[in-house]
């Protein structure tokens, strides 16, 4: 009787790991990867949480904005530069180039839907305090460089261009190139 326990425990093990044995392979789509770069010529290289950043500016009110040309408080945000090598290049200059509002420094909000603000943009300020125009015609100020790594500071910040500031959505985009010299 005991045998036949072990024996009737054998060939149900059996039985269990032999589906295993047999199981058919199977391949199945499982997405796709995308490598997203550039080889650059060039005395640094942008870090790449500098590429695509997203400055939060926060909720402001209306009532912050009681005449054209009133801004908010500056948002902080960093252009970072890796791999400095100041043999072969000692400076660097940003431009920003995105849709311009009713000044060649003031960046327009995107899109133009009824949840958008109006009569508002966004001025991008360097570290000296002067406005970079978003219409890409001009580098801002130089910037000395470091061996290694090079946080630049800049700041963001609202911009009324009306007399009345109507709520809703204030997002804006701009691109940046950097000039090395």
């Given at each position: 009787?005991?045998?036949?326990?072990?024996?009737?425990?054998?060939?149900?093990?059996?039985?269990?790991?032999?589906?295993?044995?047999?199981?058919?392979?199977?391949?199945?789509?499982?997405?796709?990867?995308?490598?997203?770069?550039?080889?650059?010529?060039?005395?640094?290289?942008?870090?790449?949480?500098?590429?695509?950043?997203?400055?939060?500016?926060?909720?402001?009110?209306?009532?912050?904005?009681?005449?054209?040309?009133?801004?908010?408080?500056?948002?902080?945000?960093?252009?970072?530069?890796?791999?400095?090598?100041?043999?072969i290049?000692?400076?660097?200059?940003?431009?920003?180039?995105?849709?311009?509002?009713?000044?060649?420094?003031?960046?327009?909000?995107?899109?133009?839907?009824?949840?958008?603000?109006?009569?508002?943009?966004?001025?991008?300020?360097?570290?000296?305090?002067?406005?970079f125009?978003?219409?890409?015609?001009?580098?801002?100020?130089?910037?000395?460089?470091?061996?290694?790594k090079?946080?630049i500071?800049?700041?963001?910040?609202?911009?009324?261009?009306?007399?009345?500031?109507?709520?809703?959505?204030?997002?804006?985009?701009?691109?940046?190139?950097?000039?090395?010299?």
């Amino acid at each position: 009787m005991k045998l036949f326990k072990i024996s009737g425990l054998a060939a149900v093990l059996t039985m269990a790991f032999a589906g295993y044995a047999n199981a058919a392979t199977v391949t199945v789509s499982g997405g796709t990867v995308h490598f997203v770069g550039q080889i650059v010529a060039a005395g640094c290289s942008v870090d790449s949480e500098s590429m695509n950043q997203t400055v939060e500016m926060g909720q402001v009110r209306t009532s912050a904005f009681g005449a054209k040309g009133d801004k908010s408080d500056a948002k902080d945000f960093n252009i970072t530069l890796n791999n400095c090598d100041t043999t072969i290049a000692k400076n660097a200059a940003f431009s920003f180039l995105g849709q311009t509002s009713t000044a060649s420094d003031i960046l327009a909000l995107s899109g133009n839907t009824d949840g958008s603000a109006k009569n508002i943009g966004i001025n991008i300020v360097d570290q000296s305090g002067a406005n970079f125009k978003v219409d890409g015609s001009t580098f801002g100020a130089k910037t000395s460089l470091v061996d290694g790594k090079n946080v630049i500071p800049l700041t963001a910040r609202y911009i009324s261009t009306g007399d009345t500031v109507v709520a809703g959505q204030a997002n804006a985009v701009a691109t940046f190139n950097v000039q090395y010299d």
